[in-house]
């Protein structure tokens, strides 16, 4: 990586931690960095870390659907995007992704996706589709909505109001916000109230 620092996790970090966080040089050293390094140094993020990079990214960068899929991905082709969460444990999780098979791939109206995690078998696979807030520049994962299909290699779906999913995913509306070309970072809601919980994603190409 070319960033000013060669640790990727101080590269990431040190920004968020300084009086005033500057969007533009967070993004810089991320796109510097390998995949292998966004991973460990979004993971490394802790939740004062990620309510100032959710805070400071807003109305900076407009967010796409190709952001979260890129046009160049078959429909229906998997995107995994590695998570980082401020819950007290379990906070490692992927998020998902695929664009719909009759989807214009150049401007989806919505992606689908599920959570893939070490408790999917106790709280379910959390599906959700992906919609815009053109208004804002943001992307919403709306859980109050499943997909009709999905990849072969996904689990069953499920809806998120029933078993230990009502608790988890129930009635939540996650907000992104683009940070660099593979880093978002999003804010969870539930019936339109903040939980002040946030979440990292870094997309895998």
């Known amino acids: 990586m070319s960033s000013r620092d060669s640790d990727p996790v101080r590269a990431f970090l040190g920004p968020l931690r300084e ?3 500057k969007p533009m040089e967070i993004a810089r050293a991320l796109d510097d960095m390998t995949h292998a390094e966004r991973v460990s140094a979004i993971r490394a993020a802790g939740r004062a870390e990620q309510k100032r990079l959710y805070d400071a990214v807003a109305a900076q960068r407009e967010l796409r659907m190709t952001d979260m899929v890129p046009a160049a991905v078959a429909a ?14 379990f906070t490692h999780f992927e998020k998902r992704f695929c664009r719909p098979e009759d989807a214009d791939a150049a ?9 893939e995690g070490s408790m999917r078998w106790l709280t379910g696979p959390g599906y959700f589709v992906l919609r815009g807030d053109p208004e804002r520049g943001e992307l919403l994962v709306d859980y109050n909505l499943v997909p009709p299909a999905h990849p072969p290699e996904w689990p069953a779906l499920r809806r998120n109001e029933q078993g230990l999913s ?6 939540m509306i996650d907000r992104l916000r683009g ?27």
């Open 19 to 21: 009086a005033v966080v």
């Open 166 to 171: 009502r608790f988890v995913y129930g009635f």
């Open 179 to 205: 940070v660099s070309q593979h880093v978002t970072v999003g804010s969870a809601a539930r019936k339109g109230k903040d939980l002040g919980s946030w979440f990292l994603l870094c997309r895998e190409a």
């Open 76 to 89: 229906m082709r998997p995107v995994r995007h590695y998570g980082k969460n401020t819950l007290p444990a």
């Open 107 to 115: 401007a989806p109206a919505q992606l689908w996706g599920y959570n």
